[in-house]
């Protein structure tokens, strides 16, 4: 409260005058205190990690960030801000077949730099337990995705973007588990849909809140390819992928208490698989269920045109054929698709033909070999300072207990026939004996 003390008597005229001094002042106060208030609610730096990440993804939700649910568009002072110019950050795709090291490379990068990612999946940046947060988008004007990994606190410590390239994680298509040759022989256009997919929630609107369903709604989009200006291509041996693939597949049944075997003859498999121990790597597991993969999808694959019958004779000598099939073909895509992203889509090399984005080939195992080294050739690839203390690399596990001398031969034999010659090149090193 404001006191004015008078000695003297005032008019009417002086006393509506003081009147409304007292009101100015009142109002000049009260804005003044709302501008502070509003000021210290969005003060919220990525450095500041003692931030609880729940609070920070209730007051999104809620709207105290309603100034922030975009993130800024961070361009350089010295960037032409013409309309051809490039979004900043730039896109730079993390291609990865799955279990191939994606984590360890996502989360590497952000501590080395403290710099977030992105990824084209939204559901991974918002809590789970949390059905009303809404993934933020890396650009404000591309709802589309991908999104803003570092903002929600969900991977780590809340995180700024990058001014250069972020990474931003992609699995692209053909990639499916328990599935057979017609849906995971894709050509380079299904490829490259897969690569552009991406999926958010959309907000629960009066329609969506009838009865008592008040969940956000899970959308599919795509992203144009003419965003991505770079790629990684993250490569793991494809002996152990495989075998990554069989322990997700496994750890996903034990999971949720599910079975793939309940048309398959053996009992004994069926038991046997699913009751080892949760951290087995046990060879014999991984058999049946190449066994049982097999056996599933044989009359597919007989059916299905890309399979001459000389590749079928090949395939019937490997366990997990269609795994292995899946791996070649996958990696075989990420370079039919280089030509077609970002600016190479309107540049063309004196043969006429697409100048590739550039890219860059990260083996999983040279993270144990040649680490440093490894994660400065990507970080600079990238344009991203190293800050942080670097992630330890765990040790790679053993698995040529899973294969014979007569398996790793045959798989050999089918994956060279399969690959183009830069992935023959790409993957020969992990059939050097």
């Excluded at 990865?96 to 996502?106: C, D, H, I, L």
């Excluded at 084209?120 to 591309?142: K, Q």
């Excluded at 038991?271 to 190449?290: I, Q």
């Excluded at 694959?301 to 490997?318: K, N, P």
Aim: glycine letters at 4%; proline letters at 6%.
């Amino acid at each position: 409260m404001i006191v004015v003390h008078s000695k003297t008597k005032k008019t009417p005229r002086e006393g509506f005058f003081v009147f409304l001094a007292l009101v100015f002042t009142s109002f000049s106060l009260i804005l003044q205190s709302k501008i502070i208030t509003k000021e210290v609610l969005l003060d919220l730096s990525p450095q500041d990690t003692t931030n609880d990440t729940k609070d920070v993804q209730s007051k999104m939700t809620k709207g105290v960030l309603s100034d922030r649910s975009q993130p800024p568009q961070q361009v350089p002072k010295n960037h032409p801000k013409h309309e051809h110019a490039p979004e900043r950050p730039e896109i730079a795709w993390l291609l990865s077949y799955p279990n191939s090291g994606t984590s360890f490379t996502m989360q590497l990068v952000e501590r080395a730099t403290n710099l977030s990612t992105a990824t084209n999946y939204g559901r991974e940046v918002v809590p789970s337990s949390d059905s009303s947060s809404i993934p933020v988008p890396l650009h404000s004007d591309h709802p589309e995705g991908p999104y803003w990994d570092g903002l929600s606190g969900k991977m780590g410590p809340i995180r700024d973007l990058p001014e250069s390239f972020v990474l931003t994680k992609t699995h692209c298509g053909g990639r499916c588990v328990r599935c057979g040759a017609s849906m995971y022989v894709v050509d380079t256009d299904d490829f490259l849909k897969g690569c552009q997919q991406t999926s958010t929630r959309i907000a629960p609107t009066p329609r969506h809140n009838e009865g008592t369903d008040s969940s956000s709604k899970k959308i599919i989009s795509s992203l144009s390819a003419d965003r991505v200006t770079r790629v990684v291509h993250l490569v793991r041996s494809p002996f152990d992928n495989t075998v990554a693939r069989y322990h997700m597949e496994r750890k996903h049944a034990l999971r949720d208490n599910k079975t793939f075997y309940d048309d398959f003859a053996d009992a004994a498999a069926q038991r046997h698989l699913w009751a080892l121990e949760p951290n087995s790597t046990d060879a014999t597991g991984f058999r049946w269920w190449c066994a049982y993969e097999d056996a599933r999808y044989k009359k597919d694959e007989e059916q299905h045109t890309a399979f001459s019958e000389s590749l079928l004779a090949q395939m019937r000598r490997v366990p997990c054929r269609g795994e292995f099939y899946k791996y070649t073909q996958w990696h075989n895509r990420v370079f039919d698709i280089l030509p077609r992203l970002g600016l190479a889509a309107g540049s063309s090399n004196t043969d006429g033909g697409n100048i590739p984005v550039p890219a860059l080939a990260i083996h999983y195992e040279d993270y144990q070999n040649k680490y440093n080294e490894t994660l400065h050739k990507l970080v600079d690839f990238l344009d991203q300072p190293i800050v942080g203390r670097l992630h330890r690399f765990r040790p790679l596990p053993n698995y040529r207990d899973h294969y014979t001398l007569q398996d790793r031969q045959a798989i050999k034999s089918l994956v060279q026939s399969i690959a183009t010659e830069p992935t023959w090149e790409l993957l020969q090193r992990y059939f050097e004996e």
